[in-house]
């Protein structure tokens, strides 16, 4: 099954990624209808947008999710249910960061807390989630940062800052901000889990 991308509601182009389908949510669908873009399905309550933007959205999306006011899940992580449940295990939140703190919190708890195959990015960052395993990371950005999770252990390879087998608590914040300094960095996650940051400063 290919990836997808879910185009959240603070996003102000449509993203893109090559084999990648588009799925719009609420404010975001109306993003993608006016730049014309196809969409797999638009979803969400679109209390954010008007009745006009709404037909717009119905004529460039192949399939619509209206999700009534009051509900327990966010638009965005309905998407993501929506997405997984119709085989995708790859999922991309373009426009889930910044705005209003509770809804980019919200975010970040979807991703760290729930154990869903996510990756949140915006203009200026690309953060998921990282378990056990070795990993090639490519210098697509200025800066690689890492939160521990839980009680953690790592290995930075190929960086301004190199780690071995470094053990992180939750409340060790010193990983970040570190540099890759050739084509790639090696990260080998030997217990844990960390949440992933690469960053740029904004241009």
């Keep these: 099954m290919p990836g997808v991308i879910l185009i959240s509601g603070l996003a102000e182009r449509v993203y893109t990624k090559e084999g990648y389908d588009i799925i719009g949510v609420d404010h975001g669908a109306y993003i993608c209808a006016l730049q014309g873009v196809v969409m797999k399905a638009a979803i969400g309550d679109f209390d954010s947008v008007?009745?006009?933007?709404?037909?717009?959205?119905?004529?460039?999306?192949?399939?619509?999710?209206?999700?009534?006011?009051?509900?327990?899940?966010?638009?965005?992580?309905?998407?993501?249910?929506?997405?997984?449940?119709?085989?995708?295990?790859?999922?991309?939140?373009?426009?889930?960061?910044?705005g209003r703190l509770d809804h980019e919190l919200a975010n970040l708890y979807l991703l760290m807390h729930r154990n869903y195959p996510i990756t949140l990015v915006n203009e200026q960052n690309r953060i998921r989630v990282i378990k056990e395993g070795t990993y090639k990371v490519p210098k697509e950005y200025t800066y690689l940062s890492f939160l521990a999770l839980e009680d953690s252990q790592i290995t930075e390879i190929g960086v301004a800052y190199p780690l071995t087998k470094r053990c992180l608590s939750t409340r060790d914040i010193y990983a970040i901000s570190n540099e890759i300094l050739n084509e790639h960095a090696e990260i080998i996650v030997h217990k844990g889990s960390f949440l992933m940051i690469e960053s740029s400063d904004k241009i």
């Design 50 to 98: 008007n009745k006009t933007q709404v037909i717009q959205i119905q004529q460039m999306a192949e399939r619509m999710e209206q999700l009534p006011s009051h509900k327990d899940e966010t638009d965005t992580e309905e998407a993501v249910l929506y997405a997984l449940a119709h085989g995708y295990d790859d999922i991309w939140v373009y426009g889930a960061l910044g």
